[in-house]
């Protein structure tokens, strides 16, 4: 059997086999030299195309601004002249009142008298709604009888007073007599003195009982809800609001 070389049957390799490592070396360095250019080149016409276009926006938005500069409005005139009828316009407006209140009850209670409703004019101090509060007057007329009993009992410690002292005025000249004991003296006398207090107690339960009348009756008048100022009523019942 006979050994084939595999560079005999190959004369395309024999012959790169044959030249020199030097050419071989000059057709790499071409290679990458070509490589190297065709990417500066694509490079270049990248940064060619940036730069145009922003150019061409900086030249549009130029010209829009040139434009707005120049812009004219068209507008239609016409010779003004005096019209010869009065127009008359109407417009929808709120009327608001220059002072505005809402009054509100000061007593509670049920509403038995409305003299006025919404709309209506009214001037100062008239009734706009009375209230009524049964409790209220069951507490006035406790008060009352109270006060009356009061009273009642200070005219029976005057009467009381009144025989305390004229029994020590009798009792003293006996007992300074020697008519009358000692013991009986210092009973009628201090009683006198009893009665004296008694009445100062009297007076000041009736002050008592007239100023929680008047407290009551006060509350009573607060039943009554009248207008502050003159103007006209605008709210419902239940808070009669007032404006002028």
């Known amino acids: 059997m006979t050994d084939l070389d595999p560079g005999a049957l190959d004369p395309a390799r024999n012959r790169d086999a044959q030249r020199p490592s030097g050419e071989l070396d000059r057709r790499s360095g071409s290679g990458r030299r070509l490589l190297g250019l065709g990417a500066l080149l694509l490079l270049l016409g ?3 195309i940036g730069v145009w276009r ?3 926006v900086h030249l549009e938005v130029a010209a829009a601004a040139e434009q707005h500069r120049d812009f004219v409005p068209s ?5 003004v002249r005096a019209s010869a009828n009065t127009m008359a316009v109407t417009l929808p407006a709120t009327t608001n009142a220059f002072q505005a209140a809402d009054i509100f009850a000061r007593a509670s209670g049920y509403v038995t008298e409305r003299d006025v409703d919404i709309g209506s004019r009214v001037k100062a101090g008239d009734l706009l709604a009375a209230i009524t509060a049964p409790e209220l007057d069951h507490q006035i007329a406790q008060a009352e009888a109270s006060l009356a009993q009061a009273k009642a009992s200070r005219r029976q410690t005057k009467a009381n007073r009144e025989l305390a ?4 005025g009798r009792d003293s000249v ?4 020697g008519w009358a004991t000692q013991q009986q003296g210092d009973t009628d006398r201090l009683n006198y003195a009893a009665q004296q207090q008694a009445k100062q107690v009297g007076d000041a339960a009736i002050q008592s009982q007239e100023a929680q009348l008047l407290v009551l009756r006060q509350q009573k008048a607060y039943q009554q809800v009248v207008a502050p100022w003159e103007g006209v009523r605008r709210g419902p019942l239940s808070r009669p609001a007032l404006k002028a």
Do not use: N
Request: aromatic residues 10%; charged residues 20%.
């Open 174 to 177: 006996l007992v300074r007599q």
């Open 165 to 168: 002292r004229v029994t020590w």
């Open 75 to 79: 507008v239609r005139v016409e010779a």
């Open 54 to 56: 922003h150019y061409a």
């Open 46 to 48: 990248g940064l060619a």
